[in-house]
């Protein structure tokens, strides 16, 4: 299982050097499905992008 890890944001970086960072896990999904589709033309689930999320830094 992965580890929810310290407080806060989450982010996923892809491979295209796109980054997304949210406090909230569920608009990193979001956001990281819009972008793969958009940019990529693929579909991602949100078990892949949970796969790709790490603790993200809290920015404002
Ligand atoms: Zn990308």
Same mark, same amino acid.
């Given at each position: ?10 982010? &996923? ?11 909230? @896990?569920? @608009?990193? &999904?979001? #956001?990281?499905?819009?972008? &793969? ?6 579909? &991602? ?6 796969? #790709? ?8």
């Amino acid at each position: 299982m992965a580890m929810k890890g310290g407080m806060g944001a989450k982010m &996923v970086s892809c491979d295209c050097g796109f980054m997304i960072q949210s406090p909230s @896990e569920n @608009e990193v &999904v979001k #956001m990281t499905q819009m972008h &793969v589709k958009d940019t990529h033309q693929k579909a &991602v689930s949100s078990g892949d992008v949970m796969k #790709m999320m790490k603790p993200g830094m809290m920015m404002k």
